[in-house]
């Protein structure tokens, strides 16, 4: 079946250091990938999505491509702030349309 | 435009009881979909209501069922409640076309703990 594999945690980072989280997928047909963040205290918010390969999704500095060949979308940003310190769930909706998988979540740490 | 809102925010329930939980879908949104989010794991997808049918379901045991309403607000019920039901359980709701899901909005999730 379809499933979402995700870079354990926890991570810590310097701020202004370079993030990678690493999300692989396994789906039939053609899913739709998404990250969504869970900051401390808050409900789950979408931060960025790409629905065909190639696409690449952005927000708030952060970028996602959607990699058919690879089955990948690793999430990035290039300058990390305290702010950012939350946990970060990838997850993919099938191809069918009408089933939805979450990675475990990466826990992100940001200090000073 | 109100976002998703869900009751009670927290439940104690004993073994083998029954529960019903609740959300409120975003105004103009036609779907809603149930999660379980264990203790530092991801969301579990529990299943999908679209147009008041049950549109998609995950690897739950039919003890857990819902009802959505024609206002878009829905229920999720479990029945002989494990301790392993011990879990945030979120709702989420989304506009469904062409098939495909759009954005999921996510209420803040009612916490159940089974004893």
């Known amino acids: 079946g379809d499933s979402v594999t995700q870079m354990e945690g926890p991570v810590t980072l310097s701020e202004e250091a370079f993030l990678t989280i690493n999300c692989t997928y396994t789906?039939?047909?053609?899913?739709?990938l998404f990250w969504y963040v869970q900051y401390p205290g808050e409900g789950l918010q979408l931060l960025l999505k790409?629905?065909?390969?190639?696409d690449k999704g952005s927000n708030k500095g952060f970028e996602a491509t959607y990699r058919k060949e690879t089955t990948s979308f690793h999430l990035e940003k290039g300058s990390v702030q305290v702010s950012d310190s939350a946990v970060y769930f990838c997850?993919?909706?099938?191809?069918?349309?009408?089933?939805?998988?979450f990675g475990t979540g990466t826990s992100l740490t940001v200090i000073p | 435009e109100t976002g998703v809102t869900q009751s009670p925010t927290h439940l104690i329930k004993t073994r083998g009881q029954q529960v019903t939980l609740r959300c409120s879908s975003q105004?103009?949104?036609?779907?809603v979909s149930w999660y379980q989010q264990a203790l530092g794991q991801g969301p579990q997808f529990i299943f999908q209501?679209?147009?008041?049918?049950?549109?998609g379901r995950g690897n739950f045991p039919p003890r857990f069922s819902g009802l959505q309403f024609p206002n878009y607000s829905s229920e999720l019920n479990v029945n002989a409640l494990e301790l392993d039901d011990s879990a945030l359980y979120l709702c989420?709701?989304?506009?469904?076309?062409?098939?495909?899901?759009?954005?999921?909005?996510f209420g803040p999730g009612t916490r159940l703990t089974v004893l």
């Open positions: 105004s103009g949104h036609n779907t």
């Open positions: 789906a039939t047909g053609y899913p739709s």
């Open positions: 209501y679209y147009r008041e049918e049950e549109n």
């Open positions: 997850a993919l909706s099938s191809g069918t349309g009408n089933q939805f998988y």
């Open positions: 989420a709701s989304s506009l469904l076309a062409g098939g495909r899901f759009d954005t999921q909005y």
């Open positions: 790409a629905t065909k390969a190639d």
